[in-house]
Nanobody
Framework: QVQLVESGGGLVQAGGSLRLSCAAS????????MGWFRQAPGKEREFVAF????????NYADSVKDRFTISRDNAKNTVYLQMNSLKPEDTAIYYC??????????????????WGQGTQVTVSS
């Protein structure tokens, strides 16, 4: 059974940093793009970043570019999201996800078919 477990969320002041982790189990994900999405209160879930299977390509939403960094460790089946210079508008539940197809990329929710339960990130002003 495939399972994704996020961790690392919490409460931080504006300008601070957090590092999210997403540990995957149930199969090997080294052939799959992994993504991070977020959902703020009252808003739809939105794309944050993805990283391709070997880590060679990353893509970020404009709102987080130059502040967030996605990375992965395939030996540990884990993907990370380093978040720096956090802003109150980054407050959301953050989810990791696995692309539905090997060796494919995508920015849309329906490109991904396994999701974690989410971790809350709250940035105070």
């Amino acid at each position: 059974q495939v399972q994704l477990v996020e961790s690392g969320g919490g409460l931080v002041q504006a300008g601070g940093s957090l590092r999210l982790s997403c540990a995957a189990s149930g199969r090997t994900f080294s052939s799959y793009t992994m993504g991070w999405f977020r959902q703020a209160p009252g808003k739809e879930r939105e794309f944050v970043a993805f990283i391709t299977w070997g880590g060679g390509t990353t893509n970020y939403a404009d709102s987080v570019k130059d502040r967030f960094t996605i990375s992965r460790d395939n030996a540990k089946n884990t993907v990370y999201l380093q978040m720096n210079s956090l802003k109150p508008e980054d407050t959301a539940i953050y989810y990791c996800a696995v692309h539905r197809s090997a060796y494919r990329v995508g920015l849309r929710e329906n490109n991904y078919d396994y999701w974690g339960q989410g971790t809350q990130v709250t940035v105070s002003s």
